[in-house]
């Protein structure tokens, strides 16, 4: 008989083992132990021994190598398979009660069983369904109360090639096995605190990835973790704290979108009219930039809109090319002409409701109150305002003038206005009507959009406006069962209102045309219109006698004629009546590439315009003025001595208490009446401010007088006399400063 020839049955197991269980005691490959049982079998043919490899069927009915356990140091002394299997269930039983190991053996058996079926030569031809059914029905024979199925027979014999015996365990209920300290699943607790570690951090690491890493610890660590994918999936679905880890991965702004509770608003509770909310939003469709934008360019127009909280009616909006405060100020004044002025507006945290000319307050002052009272200023500025020191009080933005409070969103908090809503109603029934819809996200895109922008075949902005307004129309004709509206129509609850403020619409849009206070210089001011910087009044004659006259604070209170950008009206500040100072037109400027005599040119007219100004005005000669000061101090004085002192008036002993309600209390215009007592328009009170004839001859007067003062002190001077000195004396007025005006 050949050394290993003809022999292919099972091998005595005490004497041999096969490649797979060298490679697992010896730590290498199990194809080295076939190259070198190959290797040994030729050799022992060459030399005419008997080898010490042989070919043989091993437990699973497949042909395999089997070698000699002499061949290697290591293989010696090693325990037979049924001690060894006897051994790993004895120590098992430290770790788990006996009647789990048991089962487990008994497992382990029918998994063994169906293997030898599976890989047996008389077996050939059935499926492996059949086989594991003959096994179940065998098993359920046998043993009544033991729960077998064909897929629980699949499922251990994964786990038994992972694990071995351990992976048959049922870890269900170990959490109080002796020695071993495991969760609720049976996995091991510094197995799932190592998963955990990598998978609830901000990197977000996916599950696999994680389940991969911890096998390897586990097997390293000797931890019990399961080799399967899936059953990790099926163990975090029935055992992970979902809202913990994904606070851990995602951070808590969108934890708290997602599962903290919203905080409801009761509209119901207030009266239509009274409070507004506003808020931007773009739209999902391109129009044309003919007439709109100077490039021409298509744009995505944005939409700024205004709710009445209570009704959800839509009192205000604005369509434009972009989201500033000129669009926020046609959206409210829409809003204020056409329906009511609130008590309260609510409105986004965006810097475009921070502008000084909605709140009256500039970003510094905002950054200011931020520094001093953190995320609170908000609410101390509405508590507090009229005690606060601004750089000016003057001014209280279209806001503060009309008695509104500007109320902020919550950051970041979308759900806590109700005009979010409106905006989806928006998108669904008009954003989608237009053939030009490009979608919220790349997703939604469309696939032809490219096309039809380069096409041109664009909707102009006019026609978006005509489509919102219907749009708007229906919003309102149709009911709805939000909070405070229960079925009605916004235009039915908003008739319900007992109570609505109102101003007239003249003053209204006067002060909806206000820009606010600029500071004026040299070159006159600039103002911000349409997110933009223009300057007016570098030439005004009007400007520059109010800067003359009216000291340290060289400011002025700025209003728009609609959207005419050419020119605007200056006005003073006061807060007991505003007056007219005059129209000033946008300034002038020159190529920076001009040559000199357009600079000259430029310059010459400067000039002229400062000769103008010196002649516009009244000259006292400074020893005149100087006798005049005196005199008055005289008369002053004479008429104390008759009271009997030099210094104290009658009944000035009595000291005015300051009590805060001084301007309240004055007679103030409202906003029912004209900025001014003169009712005529801008135009004609502005000829009043240009001199009249008589006022042009007294200046001549006055002229003619300064000329012979001024030669009569130069004869004195010069000691020879002044031809018409006598003339001028006797017509020149003797004293006082009523005979010299």
């Not at 008590?343 to 002052?365: M, R, S």
């Not at 820009?515 to 600039?526: F, I, L, W």
């Not at 009206?569 to 357009?598: K, V």
Request: glycine share 8%.
């Amino acid at each position: 008989m050949s050394p290993a020839g003809g022999q292919s049955g099972a091998p005595d197991p005490a004497r041999w083992v096969s490649v797979a269980e060298a490679a697992r005691l010896t730590r290498t490959d199990a194809s080295t132990w076939r190259r070198k049982a190959r290797k040994e079998y030729k050799l022992a043919i060459r030399a005419g021994r008997e080898s010490r490899t042989r070919l043989g069927h091993n437990a699973d009915g497949k042909r395999t190598w089997f070698v000699r356990v002499d061949l290697h140091l290591s293989l010696e002394g090693r325990p037979d398979p049924e001690p060894r299997e006897q051994l790993e269930s004895d120590r098992l039983r430290l770790r788990h009660p006996s009647h789990k190991v048991d089962q487990a053996c008994l497992k382990r058996h029918y998994v063994n069983e169906w293997i030898k079926r599976k890989h047996a030569w008389r077996t050939r031809g059935q499926t492996d369904l059949s086989l594991a059914q003959d096994v179940v029905r065998e098993a359920r024979a046998e043993h009544r109360g033991f729960h077998i199925s064909a897929a629980s027979l699949k499922r251990w014999e994964w786990a038994y090639k992972a694990e071995g015996l351990p992976g048959l365990i049922d870890g269900r209920s170990a959490g109080k096995a002796k020695g071993a300290s495991r969760d609720a699943a049976g996995r091991d607790v510094p197995a799932v605190e190592h998963f955990y570690k990598l998978f609830r951090t901000p990197n977000r690491f996916t599950r696999r990835q994680c389940h991969e890493a911890t096998l390897d610890e586990a097997r390293r660590q000797g931890w019990r973790w399961p080799q399967s994918y899936q059953a990790t999936t099926r163990w975090m679905r029935n055992y992970d704290d979902e809202q913990f880890t994904y606070l851990c991965r995602y951070g808590r702004k969108r934890w708290n979108h997602k599962y903290l509770p919203h905080v409801k608003r009761d509209w119901g509770a207030i009266e239509p009219g009274y409070c507004f909310v506003s808020d931007h939003c773009q739209a999902d469709f391109w129009v044309s930039g003919e007439g709109v934008r100077l490039d021409k360019k298509p744009f995505r127009p944005w939409l700024t809109a205004v709710q009445d909280g209570r009704s959800r009616r839509i009192v205000g909006w604005h369509l434009g090319a972009s989201p500033n405060q000129d669009a926020i100020l046609a959206a409210l004044r829409m809003a204020f002409r056409d329906c009511a002025i609130p008590e309260v507006l609510y409105v986004d945290n965006g810097k475009d409701f921070n502008a000084k000319i909605i709140t009256g307050l500039t970003k510094a002052e905002l950054r200011l109150l931020r520094k001093e009272f953190g995320s609170e200023w908000r609410d101390v500025l509405r508590r507090e305002r009229s005690r606060l020191i601004l750089d000016d009080t003057r001014w209280f933005g279209v806001t503060g003038e009309l008695g509104i409070d500007v109320r902020y969103a919550l950051p970041y908090s979308p759900w806590s206005k109700p005009i979010e809503r409106w905006f989806k109603e928006f998108h669904l029934h008009c954003c989608k009507s237009f053939h030009t819809y490009c979608g919220s996200t790349s997703e939604d895109r469309p696939e032809d959009l490219r096309e039809i922008l380069k096409s041109g075949d664009l909707p102009t902005l006019a026609e978006a406006r005509e489509r919102v307004l219907r749009t708007v129309e229906l919003f309102h004709a149709r009911p709805h069962r939000g909070v405070g509206c229960d079925g009605r129509t916004p235009m039915s609850v908003w008739r319900s209102a007992t109570r609505l403020r109102r101003a007239a619409e003249g003053a209204l849009l006067f002060l909806m045309d206000i820009r606010g206070m600029y500071k004026a210089g040299p070159n006159g001011v600039t103002v911000t219109i349409d997110g933009g910087s223009i300057a007016y009044g570098a030439r005004s004659p009007d400007l520059r006698h109010y800067l003359a006259t009216c000291g340290t604070r060289r400011e002025v209170l700025i209003k728009v004629d609609g959207d005419r950008r050419d020119y605007v009206w200056a006005l003073t500040p006061e807060r007991d009546g505003h007056r007219l100072i005059g129209r000033l037109d946008a300034n002038e400027y020159i190529h920076p590439m001009a040559d000199g005599q357009s600079h000259r040119e430029a310059v010459a007219q400067g000039k002229r315009l400062q000769a103008a100004a010196q002649k516009s005005g009244v000259r006292v000669p400074r020893k005149r003025a100087v006798a005049l000061m005196n005199e008055n101090t005289t008369r002053k004085h004479a008429r104390l001595r008759k009271t009997g002192t030099d210094d104290v008036a009658p009944g000035s002993n009595i000291a005015p208490v300051p009590t805060g309600f001084e301007r309240v209390s004055r007679a103030t215009r409202t906003l029912s009446e004209p900025l001014c007592d003169d009712p005529r328009p801008w135009h004609e009170q502005l000829q009043d401010l240009l001199p009249s004839e008589k006022e042009l001859e007294r200046v001549r007067r006055l002229e003619a007088h300064e000329r012979e003062i001024r030669a009569r002190e130069d004869a004195e001077f010069f000691g020879r006399d002044y031809p018409g000195t006598e003339a001028a004396t006797d017509d020149a007025p003797t004293s006082g400063l009523e005979g010299l005006l």
